[in-house]
């Protein structure tokens, strides 16, 4: 298929204050201190094609986990000019209830999702309650049915979704996780998710506390790195610095969502 250009945003929906560093990397140092994080949905579109990249979390889980709900991510999408009702397509970069929920505000959409996720999600190792935690069960069940309405397309490791869109599975920080390239102007931009919280897990290599497989972890970081056109072309999944490094894409929307297929304001 010819490569297709894309013009990529982050839209924000919640927010943490989170007081402690500590939280948010496995090896610990001796700096410790307020580190924000954010949550996001992605999406990339052309004249052809609006893609969605993940669903983003409900209020009320966001709510039961001590976060702050912004907006629901379906209004974000309305103020940068999308429709969710139009969405067909959404890349799911993993099933975690931050990332999987809200399936029925994109009533429309297929869902690409790796086999070895939902496996994950509903195998044996869900009887951990450590391993379970990070999920929804009603975002999972709500994936089955989605399923079971001929509306989910698996893959298993690299594919390319539609011209100039691929998903990679890593693993790591859930066993079916995938991130997912885009070619824009600027070139290759990879949306990390998980695979780095934050911008500063992939530049130490140093994981999120929350991993299944931290040999995955390291490798995908290598990953991310071999994928992108260079460090500023990888966008970390929760790091509130790529609201602020990214110009919005409208008057009024600073804060709200990022336009990512344009060179940061400032290099990392």
């Excluded at 989910?152 to 890593?170: K, M, N, Q, S």
């Amino acid at each position: 298929m010819t490569r297709e250009t894309y013009e990529v945003f982050a839209v924000r929906y919640a927010t943490n204050p989170r007081k402690r560093r500590i939280e948010n990397v496995l090896r610990h140092d001796l700096h410790d201190g307020p580190d924000p994080m954010d949550f996001f949905v992605w999406v990339a579109t052309n004249a052809s094609r609006t893609i969605l990249v993940d669903l983003g979390g409900t209020e009320a889980h966001a709510q039961a986990r001590g976060h702050g709900y912004l907006r629901c991510p379906s209004a974000g999408l309305r103020q940068i000019g999308i429709e969710p009702n139009e969405i067909e397509d959404a890349i799911v970069t993993h099933l975690h209830w931050d990332h999987a929920g809200n399936i029925g505000l994109f009533p429309r959409a297929r869902v690409h999702l790796q086999a070895a996720e939902m496996q994950f999600a509903t195998g044996p190792h869900m009887r951990h309650e450590l391993l379970r935690k990070p999920f929804s069960v009603d975002g999972v069940c709500d994936m089955v049915r989605r399923l079971y309405d001929g509306r989910l397309v698996y893959h298993d490791g690299t594919a390319e979704i539609a011209p100039g869109i691929e998903v990679h599975r890593v693993g790591g920080h859930s066993l079916g996780l995938q991130v997912v390239r885009v070619w824009t102007r600027r070139g290759w931009v990879v949306l990390a998710s998980d695979a780095s919280h934050y911008y500063r897990n992939v530049a130490e290599h140093n994981p999120f506390p929350i991993v299944v497989d931290v040999a995955e972890s390291l490798a995908a970081f290598d990953t991310l790195t071999r994928l992108a056109e260079s460090p500023d072309h990888i966008v970390p999944g929760h790091d509130p610095l790529v609201i602020k490094r990214y110009p919005a894409p409208a008057a009024g929307l600073a804060g709200i969502a990022a336009r990512l297929d344009v060179d940061p304001r400032q290099a990392i």
